[in-house]
């Protein structure tokens, strides 16, 4: 198969890989759809993994086999693929707190790819740059008319960005909402406050976010100078938007978090869910705690997959979501370099390869 490896000095479209067969409890797929992340490109950029790897987080695909102990799922089922990874018996898991368990994050398969006879790592417990994964059962969920381009972003820029607004924000009719990055958990932070019957402030650096902002269902967008600092950025929101309850933090920017904290009202939440750079260091005065305000932060925006995953499938079937229209274009996995230019560059909200092309 086919599969784009990182070696630590270069991403590079390699043929030849392989992947082990799926053990107890696992589930081969065949990847149809694979988006790219923002966190992808800061593992590269901070060089901080283990190499070789294959990275990617967001797939779509086709079952191909079952490991042993496997029921529900067959081959040729259509499914979505999410990175938790739970074990399913330990307190947290035992008292509904599934996203707490140690191996939710901290569980990996290791090195379940070989190329030119030696072993390649995962990423995030799928690699989806890679043209066949072997994941655990528990990380797939059906699909049905979900066209795979689509089902590919539930796994990481839908899920964290609805969850963030309704797990961790608690987003209420009412609220006035400010997200800021609108990027692919951007979009879907301002349709899951739109959802639950909030006012949304979109806040970017990039005018062309306005439109996609606005067809997400932010009634505001406030276009903030590339140069402001945090404080400065907190009184633009402010004074185009005040007050504010909740403030959904997506870009993962220090200074955008600090903005994020000050800007809303006495006794609003601030959510941080966007992905930072390793190291990165956010400051802001105990004041603005001690006043009443929250702040909280949880990977993955709070997402409870085996709840929240069929929800958000059937809200995307359903068009309360509209995904499609968060796909700014498709590549041809040969073509993986000019989709991460495009990322770079702010040119889409979600570049997705096809692995069938």
Partial sequence: ?????????????????????????????????????????????????????????????????????????????????????????????????????????????GQPFSWNGAPVYSFSNISSFAGEIVVKASQLFKTHALPPEQAALIGCAVSTGFCAVRNLGQVQ?????????????????????????AEVLAVDINPAKQDIARQAGAAHFLLADRGMDAAALAAAMREAFAPIDIAVECSGAPAASEAAIHAVKRGGRTVLVGMTKPGAVAQFSLDVVLSGREIISELGGGAEPQRDFPELIRLAESGQIDIGAQVTQIWPLAAFADAIAALRAGRVTRAVLDHTR
Avoid: F
């Avoid at 086999?65 to 693929?81: F, M, N, P, S």
């Avoid at 990027?183 to 899951?192: D, F, L």
């Fill in 1 to 109: 198969m086919r599969g784009i490896v990182w070696s630590g000095g270069k991403l590079q479209l390699v043929e030849g890989l392989g992947v082990r067969a799926p053990g107890p409890g696992e589930v081969k797929v065949k990847v149809l759809s694979s988006g790219i992340c923002h966190s992808d490109l800061n593992m590269i950029d901070a060089d901080m993994l283990r190499t070789p790897v294959i990275l990617g987080h967001e797939a779509a695909g086709v079952v191909m086999e079952t490991g042993a102990g496997v029921t529900g799922w067959q081959a040729g089922d259509t499914v979505a693929v999410g990175t938790q990874t739970p074990c399913g018996h330990c307190r947290e898991c035992a008292r509904g707190s599934p996203r707490n368990c140690d191996e939710t994050w901290g569980y990996s398969p």
């Fill in 173 to 197: 009719s009412g609220d006035r909402v400010a997200v800021i990055g609108i990027g692919g958990i951007g979009v879907n932070a301002i349709a899951g406050a739109r959802l639950a019957g």
